[in-house]
């Protein structure tokens, strides 16, 4: 009997057609994503019996919960600290069935096709902070 070693890999595609330009890919920063701040379909995809692992998709808007300091779905009309544009999720962050945090890059400088960003996203709706992310958005806001 011979005993072989047998080895499988997955590999997963970035899809970044939000990204307009390599502009600050070289400066992400790490960040703890709350899955419970992000919408199932629109930001993320479970698990599945065919697919063991979820993921968050890349250019997912986020704003950081002042409260934990994870981070959640950019949202504009929060009053948790989200209402803060911070970035865009930067590339895929897998994820297994029951866990709630996600480690992940965060995009915070650079230019993005606003048409393009996963869930979408309204610029004029963005507030400029300090605190914030600086990214220069191109195209027409998606709904």
């Given amino acids: 009997m011979s005993i072989q070693p047998y080895t499988t890999s997955v590999t997963l595609t970035a899809d970044r057609d939000w990204l307009a330009s390599r502009h600050g890919t070289d400066s992400t920063e790490t960040i703890t994503l709350d899955l419970g701040k992000l919408t199932k379909n629109a930001h993320y995809v479970e698990p599945t019996a065919a697919q063991p692992h979820g993921y968050v998709r890349s250019g997912v808007p986020v704003g950081r919960v002042t409260a934990s300091g994870l981070y ?8 948790d600290g989200r209402e803060v544009f911070a970035g865009l999720v930067y590339a895929e962050a897998p994820f297994t069935p029951g866990v ?17 960003v996963p869930g979408g996203i309204d610029p004029a709706k963005i507030v400029p902070s300090p605190a914030g992310a600086q990214i220069r958005f191109l195209g027409a806001v998606s709904a």
């Fill in 72 to 79: 959640g779905a950019y949202d504009p009309a929060a009053k």
């Fill in 100 to 116: 709630t945090k996600i480690p992940a890059a965060l995009f915070w400088h650079g230019t993005v096709n606003a048409a393009k």
